[in-house]
C-alpha cells in the first residue's frame, strides 16, 4: 500500500514568487492535513481537507490557500513568497475527518531566496 | 488550545543504553501519536497509543491518559535512533481537529 506522496521533494523560489506543492494521500483516506516546520516556530498547523472541505484553517495568512480534489488529492499553494516561508512543508492523510491515526508524506523543503 | 510538552529537550545516549522520552499534554486527549523525525524531514510512525502500553521490538509506549502523560522507552540504543522525537494530539473544536505537536526530543546515540 503507497504512502503519503509529496511533490516536489525540493524547491527553491525568489521572494515575490508563488508555489504548489502537492500531496497524494494514501489510497482511502479522506482528510488530507498540511503542517508547516521551521526550526523557530516547530509544527505548526496550515489546514485541513475533508471531503474537497476545508475543515481547519491554522493561522496563516491568506497568501496560503490550498484545495483538495474529488480524488483526495491536495494542494497548497503559497502567494507572494517571503524569505520567512522557508521551511519544510509536511501533508499527513488521515482515514476520516476526526484525526484518528495520520500517516506524513516525505515533505516538500521549500527555500525562498 | 491544548499544550504539549516534551521533555528533555536534548538527549545524550551511549549506543546500548536505554532511554525514556516524555509527553505531557494540558487536557484529556482521544488518542496520542509518536513519530521520529528522519534526517530528510520524514516524520515516520511510531504508536498510535490512546491509552495503556504498546511495544515493539526495542520501542514501547505507555500513555496514562487520565494523569495526561505518555512515556516512549527505547532499550538498546542503536545510532539508527537518532533524531527528533515528536508527540502529537488531537485538537478538536467542534467538527475541526487538527494534531498538536510538541517542540520535540533530539535524540543524539553515540557509537
Known amino acids: 500500500k503507497a504512502g503519503v506522496t509529496q511533490t516536489p521533494r525540493y524547491l527553491i523560489k525568489t521572494r515575490g514568487q508563488q508555489v504548489t506543492l502537492s500531496c497524494s494521500p494514501i489510497s482511502g483516506h479522506r482528510s488530507v492535513s498540511w503542517y508547516q516546520q521551521t526550526p523557530g516556530q516547530g509544527l505548526q498547523f496550515l489546514f485541513e481537507y475533508f471531503s474537497e472541505t476545508q475543515r481547519n484553517k491554522g493561522n496563516f495568512p491568506g497568501r496560503f490557500s490550498g484545495r483538495q480534489f474529488s480524488n483526495s488529492r491536495s494542494e497548497m499553494n503559497v502567494s507572494t513568497l517571503e524569505l520567512g516561508d522557508s521551511a519544510l512543508y509536511l501533508c499527513a492523510s488521515s482515514r476520516t475527518d476526526r484525526v484518528t491515526e495520520a500517516f506524513f508524506g516525505q515533505g516538500t523543503r521549500l527555500t525562498v531566496v | 488550545g491544548i499544550q504539549v510538552e516534551q521533555s528533555p529537550p536534548d538527549l545524550i545516549l551511549q549506543e546500548g543504553a536505554n532511554s525514556t522520552l516524555r509527553c505531557n499534554f494540558s487536557?484529556?486527549?482521544?488518542?496520542l501519536q509518536w513519530f521520529h523525525q528522519n534526517p530528510w524531514g520524514q516524520l515516520i510512525n511510531l504508536f498510535y497509543i490512546p491509552s495503556g502500553t504498546k511495544q515493539n521490538g526495542r520501542l514501547s509506549a505507555t500513555t496514562v491518559a487520565t494523569e495526561r502523560y505518555s512515556l516512549l522507552y527505547i532499550s538498546s540504543s542503536q545510532t539508527t535512533d537518532s533524531g527528533v522525537y515528536f508527540c502529537?494530539?488531537?485538537?478538536?473544536?467542534?467538527?475541526?481537529?487538527?494534531?498538536?505537536f510538541g517542540k520535540g526530543i533530539t535524540l543524539s546515540v553515540r557509537p
Open positions: 487536557d484529556s486527549v482521544n488518542n
Open positions: 502529537a494530539v488531537p485538537h478538536y473544536t467542534g467538527a475541526n481537529s487538527k494534531l498538536t
